[in-house]
């Protein structure tokens, strides 16, 4: 093989190797850092992964928030009308979060079966639902008739919307 024929082909080699071993890095990067979600239903089969991040969704049950003295420690009930799964949190959850009203949390499954959240996240209004929580209440059939009537797909509604009403023109 001529010299200058080896050194292009080692070169091309050189660059299929390095995009190959850069795709490789990239998708195991995507794949960790990816989250899925999954309901109590979910959970509760044993689709959600054990010690993996993952968002878990569904309403908090009644009665079911107990909180710990002098502490930001506290667990909770979560429910999509069919199952439940006990949730743990320590830190300070937000000013909207209270029983009855959907959530998202994202945190790690224990061997325990107990969720362990790192963040938990409410509703930004009393027209919103999460489309992940919404989802999984409907196919539970648990969803309560005042989220259904306002719930649409991409959790957003016109019917609110102060911008569409007045029909934002400039």
Do not use: C, W
């Not at 968002?55 to 930001?72: P, Y």
């Not at 919404?134 to 649409?152: N, V």
């Amino acid at each position: 093989m001529h010299p200058q024929r080896k050194r292009r082909l080692y070169g091309v080699l050189f660059i299929v190797i390095g995009v190959g071993i850069a795709t490789a890095l990239t998708m195991t990067a995507f794949r960790e850092n990816l989250l899925f979600f999954f309901s109590p239903s979910q959970i509760a089969a044993g689709e959600a992964p054990v010690e993996r991040t993952f968002r878990a969704g569904g309403l908090v049950v009644e009665d079911s928030v107990r909180r710990e003295q002098d502490s930001t420690e506290v667990s909770f009930e979560l429910t999509d009308g069919a199952h439940s799964v006990r949730v743990f949190y320590d830190g300070i959850l937000p000013d909207l979060f209270r029983e009855g009203q959907g959530i998202v949390a994202m945190g790690q499954l224990g061997q325990d079966g107990v969720f362990r959240a790192s963040q938990v996240l409410a509703k930004h209004d009393e027209n919103y639902m999460p489309p992940e929580v919404a989802e999984a209440l409907k196919a539970a059939g648990k969803m309560p008739q005042h989220e259904m009537k306002q719930y649409q797909t991409d959790g957003y509604s016109r019917e609110n919307d102060s911008d569409y009403e007045s029909g934002y023109r400039q």
